[in-house]
């Protein structure tokens, strides 16, 4: 049997600011981020980001973001996270330094790219805590960077939460019965 080979195009930041909808590029591959998510998504991202905003201590120069938010890597790869804690200031459209914390809420769309492309792409540039959030089952899974490669911390559920010691004294916390809560009116 003979192996294809495929020759697809490989693109960088100067053509990714002039597409429109939403759009990451990783090692110069486009990737759709649509259709929209559903809002289950968001509301967990939502949840997530005010948790980990709330209980954010001896942070400077760190704030918690929601995606839409560029995160650029380099000139071909630029991934927009859900949540992300970048410490950093910029007078860019984008931040460009690895934020210590990323979250992705897994969706039908994306879920694939989460748990491989950018699980390799976040370990690579040093990204020190990686939480993929599940929403079906109302799982968080807690990766750690340890010499380089990711460790699985633990499977959290709603009767479970978590201390992040990022930087120094540079700490936050999530407390997943407030994330997997849902009260609905």
Same mark, same amino acid.
């Given at each position: 049997?003979? !192996? +294809?080979?495929?020759?697809?195009?490989?693109?960088? %930041?100067?053509?990714? #600011?002039? /597409?429109?909808?939403?759009?990451?590029?990783?090692?110069?591959?486009?990737?759709?981020?649509?259709?929209?998510?559903?809002?289950?998504?968001?509301?967990?991202?939502?949840?997530?980001?005010?948790?980990?905003?709330? !209980? +954010?201590?001896?942070?400077?120069?760190?704030?918690? %973001?929601?995606?839409? #938010?560029? /995160?650029?890597?380099?000139?071909?790869?630029?991934?927009?996270?859900?949540?992300?804690?970048?410490?950093?200031?910029?007078?860019?459209?984008?931040?460009?330094?690895?934020?210590?914390?990323?979250?992705?809420?897994?969706?039908?769309?994306?879920?694939?790219?989460?748990?491989?492309?950018?699980?390799?792409?976040?370990?690579?540039?040093?990204?020190?805590?990686?939480?993929?959030?599940?929403?079906?089952?109302?799982?968080?899974?807690?990766?750690?960077?340890?010499?380089?490669?990711?460790?699985?911390?633990?499977?959290?559920?709603?009767?479970?939460?978590?201390?992040?010691?990022?930087?120094?004294?540079?700490?936050?916390?999530?407390?997943?019965?407030?994330?997997?809560?849902?009260?609905?009116?």
């Amino acid at each position: 049997m003979t !192996n +294809l080979a495929y020759d697809l195009p490989s693109y960088s %930041y100067d053509d990714y #600011i002039t /597409w429109e909808d939403s759009w990451e590029i990783i090692d110069g591959v486009a990737y759709a981020m649509s259709p929209a998510p559903y809002p289950k998504h968001q509301r967990l991202a939502f949840k997530i980001a005010k948790e980990l905003d709330d !209980n +954010l201590t001896d942070c400077n120069n760190c704030e918690v %973001y929601i995606s839409p #938010i560029d /995160w650029k890597i380099d000139d071909t790869t630029v991934v927009q996270p859900d949540v992300a804690l970048f410490c950093e200031k910029t007078a860019n459209q984008y931040f460009s330094k690895t934020p210590p914390l990323v979250v992705e809420v897994l969706s039908k769309a994306t879920a694939l790219k989460d748990v491989t492309t950018k699980f390799e792409l976040y370990q690579k540039v040093g990204v020190k805590y990686y939480v993929i959030v599940e929403p079906e089952s109302e799982v968080a899974d807690i990766f750690r960077l340890e010499s380089g490669k990711y460790q699985l911390v633990k499977k959290f559920t709603s009767q479970d939460s978590y201390d992040f010691e990022l930087e120094n004294s540079c700490k936050t916390k999530v407390d997943f019965a407030n994330v997997f809560s849902y009260q609905a009116t």
